[in-house]
């Protein structure tokens, strides 16, 4: 029996990129495609097959699927909260459309399964902060927020009006080192690692007590990927899954990080990106997903501290060879 194929949409983004390597170390290079406007810059995908794609080419999307012979697609090419405020128009065309010809082509049968992200941004103001439950008040005063939910609905949709296998998490602010996200709230808490390696200080652009749910990004790809190879009957939620990391403010990751750099240095400056992060929830409640799936996660603000200085040091230390 062959493997399944997954094509990953929005390959050179931050979770993209990830996801393509493991996808690649678990079911080989040859069962992996990535696709994106623009190619991922990593040696660990040079042997994955890229096309490359406008989401908002409908046809292009399908010809790709029927070329390949892909079962499962991961869609996350979209613009993320900051960038999306700014441009609102682009922001709903391609949040949505984009969603919406992934979930056309699963109903017409070119794709088996289909991931989409979804977000803490899908809660607002209004939502219960501390412990969100996976059911509550979901009222986004975002742009982004606002195409998470109305892409979850149609999700639930055309699960249940077309019996589309699609599934997705509502992922919390996603830290890593292999490629910088773009235009979203939870980004300075990636910023920081690079701005404490290469000055030893950080002006934050959102203020010291701004607590928010995050996770390292290798464990929201293994839940993502936990999530897709689920037996189709355990996945009762088909909007989209709480998913639970850890929770902390600038100034909690600051100290965290003066633990290993001493005389590290934070500012605060907060800008228009306070509000958004001001409408998002604290901390999230993932039971449901670890009762309907088995998603369990441990991690500390110090594990995640050490990760990504060890990781960014070695990086910073291969770029200084390669340039001598
Ligand atoms: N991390 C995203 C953002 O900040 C939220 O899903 O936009």
Known sequence: MRKERSLVIGAAGQIGIELVIKLKEMYGAENVIAAD??????????????????ILNHEQLESILEKHKVDVVYQLAALLSASAEKQPDLAWD???????????????????????????AVFGPTTPSVGTPQITVCEPNTIYGISKLAGERWCEYYHAKFGVDVR????PGLIGHRSLPGGGTTDYAVDIFYKALERGSYESFLSADTRLPMMYIEEAIRATIELMEAPAEKIKIRSSYNLSGIDFTPL???????????????SYAPDFRQK?????PQSIDDSVAQSDWGWKTEQTVDDLVSIMLTELRKKKLISETSHN
Do not use: C, Q
Request: charge should be negative; avoid cysteine.
């Open 252 to 266: 909690e990751l600051a100290e965290a990080i003066k633990k290993d750099i001493s005389d590290f240095t934070i």
């Open 94 to 120: 391609l949040n949505m459309n984009g969603l919406f010809h992934i979930l056309n082509a699963a109903r017409k049968g070119l794709v088996k399964r289909v991931f989409w992200p979804s977000s803490i």
């Open 168 to 171: 997705s998490l509502r992922y």
């Open 276 to 280: 958004i992060a001001d409408s998002w």
């Open 37 to 54: 406007i623009r190619p991922p810059h990593a040696e660990e995908v040079a042997d994955v097959h890229f096309e490359h794609l406008n």
